[in-house]
């Protein structure tokens, strides 16, 4: 990072920030063509959500796409809550870690669906959000037509 801010990174020797909110962008990728960014987000993150769960961060993170030629355009390809109604656009607990397969064509995450205890006694206590991630999922997206991966 030091020498992004100092200049020696780009082509014009600015860091270029593509992303803002009032929420975590994390765990960012880019396609093999280069065309996209794959990054999860809590921008999802429903209002009354609560701030922890057992002094961990509760999760609510989505997996999105953005285009690089436009980062105006960011669409959600997976996201995470608790609450029902689940459906298959929707995996409980965390949903991190997203990285493009080869052929830009599928996207793998992991997910702590099975791997965080029921009880947290069990769990050991981080002062960070750390998670047991236990589940890896994959699933295809379509990088020519935005308009099939949300």
């Known amino acids: 990072m ?81 609450e029902p109604p689940r459906d298959i656009n929707h995996l409980a607990g965390h949903v991190n870690h997203p990285f493009f397969s080869p052929d830009g064509k599928s996207i793998v995450v992991t997910a702590d669906l099975a791997a965080v205890s029921a009880d947290p006694i069990s769990m050991p206590l981080f002062l960070h959000s750390v998670r047991p991630y236990g589940d890896i999922f994959t699933f295809d997206i379509n990088p020519d037509d935005i308009t099939k991966n949300k």
């Open 2 to 82: 030091e020498d992004a801010l100092s200049g020696e990174y780009g082509e014009d020797g600015r860091v270029t920030r593509i992303t803002q909110g009032d929420w975590v962008d994390t765990h960012c990728q880019w396609s093999p063509r280069g065309d996209w960014i794959v990054f999860s987000s809590t921008k999802d993150k429903p209002a009354g959500a609560p701030e922890t769960d057992n002094g961990l961060d509760p999760g609510y993170y989505a997996v999105f796409i953005l285009k690089v030629e436009d980062p105006t355009v960011v669409v959600r390809v997976v996201g995470s809550r608790y």
